[in-house]
Nanobody, 123 residues
Framework: VQLVESGGGLVQAGGSLRLSCAASGLAFSIHNMGWFRQPPGKEREFVAAIMWSGGTTVYADSVKGRFTISRDNAKNTVYLQMNSLNSEDTAVYYC?????????????????WGQGTQVTVSS
């Protein structure tokens, strides 16, 4: 199984980025997918998740209204559209796969992880 994130980079405050996560070797269409991030010197935190069908999403309060998670099961890819970025969004962003929706916000419940992509927001 391989999850590969892309789309990170340096952006000014108020700007936008779109992260992608391409999955291979995984029954993607039956896995719920999540995005997590790890700010410098802090623990990994939940950002957003989307159910295997795409019909249900959940967001951390800190990103609600600014970030949008989506998926394309035909392309085995999950996305994270990030708008109105600020310095507190600076982190390494990871995508992960989890077959159990009931534990969707807990990183220890995820089976598979990508290598992460750096997002840096300059003020």
């Amino acid at each position: 199984v391989q999850l590969v994130e892309s789309g990170g980079g340096l952006v000014q405050a108020g700007g936008s980025l779109r992260l992608s996560c391409a999955a291979s070797g995984l029954a993607f269409s039956i896995h719920n997918m999540g995005w997590f991030r790890q700010p410098p010197g802090k623990e990994r935190e939940f950002v957003a998740a989307i159910m295997w069908s795409g019909g249900t999403t959940v967001y951390a309060d800190s990103v609600k209204g600014r970030f949008t998670i989506s998926r394309d099961n035909a392309k085995n890819t999950v996305y994270l559209q990030m708008n109105s970025l600020n310095s507190e969004d600076t982190a390494v962003y990871y995508c992960a796969a989890n077959p159990y929706w009931s534990a969707i916000q807990y990183y220890k419940e995820y089976n598979y992880w990508g290598q992460g992509t750096q997002v840096t927001v300059s003020s």
